[in-house]
C-alpha cells in the first residue's frame, strides 16, 4: 500500500501521487502537472479506495480530486459493462455541473475504453435509456433524472462500486437527501463513497454517518 499524505506532506506533482502512466500523460496534454491542495490531499486516498470527505471552495479542482482515482481504479478492470449497468455513479446538482463534469473526465479517458454516460432532467430520457441500455463504465446524472430512469427500470446500480457526491452542501440546499435516500440502497456493497463540498452544513454530518467508512 502507498503511502497516504499527512498534513505535512508536499505532494506538488501528479508523479508523485501514484496515477497510472496513461493519466499523466493525459493531465500533461492538458498542461497539468501541479495538483491543488485539494487534489494531493485526497487523490491519494481515492487510489486506495478509501472513502473521502473532502471540503474545499468551488473552482479548487475537487472534479480531478476524485475523477482521476476512478478513472484509475476503472482502468484495471478489462472488461465491458453488462447492459444496463454502471460501475460507477457521480451525482450532481444541477444538470450543468453534471455536463462540465463529464466534460472534464471525457478529455482525461480519450485513449481508454472507459465510456462515460450523462442523464439529466431537460433532455430527451428516451435518447438516455437507448444510452444506458449498452452498460456504461461511469454515470453522471441528476438525482431527478436518475430516479425517473430507475423507476422505469432502465438503469441497475448493483454494480456500482463507486458513488460520488459533489457540491453536496448544494444538493442538501436543494432538497436531495430524499433522492439519494432512495438510489443509495440500490447501489452494489462493498463500495467506495466520496463525498466534496464547499462549505459544512450540519446536515453533512448525517451524510458522513449514513454513507461514509
Known amino acids: 500500500m502507498r503511502v497516504l499524505p499527512s498534513k505535512d506532506m508536499n505532494l506538488n506533482d501528479f508523479k508523485t501521487l501514484g496515477l497510472s502512466a496513461g493519466l499523466i500523460a493525459a493531465l500533461d496534454a492538458r498542461g497539468l502537472t501541479e495538483p491543488t491542495p ?11 479506495g478509501l472513502d473521502v470527505m473532502g471540503l474545499a471552495q468551488t473552482g479548487t479542482g475537487k472534479t480531478l480530486a476524485f475523477g482521476l482515482p476512478l478513472i484509475h481504479q476503472l482502468s484495471q478492470i478489462g472488461t465491458k459493462p453488462a447492459p444496463k449497468t454502471a460501475r460507477s455513479l457521480i451525482l450532481a446538482p444541477t444538470r450543468e455541473l453534471v455536463n462540465q463534469i463529464a466534460e472534464s473526465l471525457r ?38 433524472r436518475l430516479i425517473d430512469l430507475m423507476d422505469r427500470r432502465a438503469v441497475d ?39 466534496f463540498s464547499a462549505t459544512m452544513p450540519k446536515q453533512m454530518e448525517e451524510l458522513r454517518r449514513a454513507y461514509l467508512d
Open 38 to 48: 485539494i487534489q494531493s490531499h485526497a487523490i491519494p486516498y481515492g487510489l486506495d
Open 107 to 144: 478529455s482525461l479517458t480519450t485513449r481508454s475504453h472507459l465510456k462515460i454516460t450523462v442523464v439529466v432532467g431537460g433532455q430527451s430520457i428516451n435518447r438516455q435509456i437507448g444510452q444506458l441500455s449498452k452498460g456504461t463504465d461511469i454515470l453522471v446524472a441528476t438525482p431527478g
Open 157 to 195: 446500480l448493483r454494480e456500482v462500486k463507486h458513488l460520488v457526491l459533489d457540491e453536496a452542501d448544494q444538493m442538501l440546499d436543494m432538497g436531495f437527501i430524499h433522492a439519494l435516500r432512495r438510489i443509495a440502497p440500490m447501489l452494489g456493497t462493498p463500495r467506495q463513497t466520496m463525498l
